[in-house]
Nanobody
Framework: QVNLVESGGGLVQAGGSLRLSCAAS???????????MNWYRQAPGKQRELVAA???????KYTDPVKGRFTVSRDNAKNLVFLQMNALEPEDTAVYYC???????????????????WGQGTQVTVSS
């Protein structure tokens, strides 16, 4: 009943930019709130790595390779999280996943307090 959906991926040349979005939602008439949110990425043949994280109050952290290039932000009223990616490099090519430390949602089926909840991922490909 709870969905995390990433969007905004695509193909871009090195040096370009993309803005990823992650939307949390439930069935019509339901309510949802999200806690701390994370962006992970996984390149082919590599382990999934944490790229960026943001707390409810907006405190952020980044993995060293993306510092100064990526910015994570959120809109709590709309249950949205963003990852602005600038100066993209071929090494940034990966599937990017949105991850929620916590989601609290209520719908007709009941209320849920979920931890470590994942979206389906969106592909980012950076060409050289």
């Amino acid at each position: 009943q709870v969905n995390l959906v990433e969007s905004g991926g695509g193909l871009v040349q090195a040096g370009g930019s993309l803005r990823l979005s992650c939307a949390a939602s439930v069935a019509s008439g339901g309510t949802v709130s999200i806690g701390a949110m994370n962006w992970y990425r996984q390149a082919p043949g590599k382990q999934r790595e944490l790229v960026a994280a943001i707390t409810v109050d907006g405190t952020t952290k980044y993995t060293d390779p993306v510092k100064g290039r990526f910015t994570v932000s959120r809109d709590n009223a709309k249950n949205l999280v963003f990852l602005q990616m600038n100066a993209l490099e071929p090494e940034d090519t990966a599937v990017y996943y949105c991850n929620a430390d916590r989601i609290y949602a209520c719908s007709g089926g009941g209320c849920y307090d979920l931890a470590d909840y994942w979206g389906q991922g969106t592909q980012v490909t950076v060409s050289s």
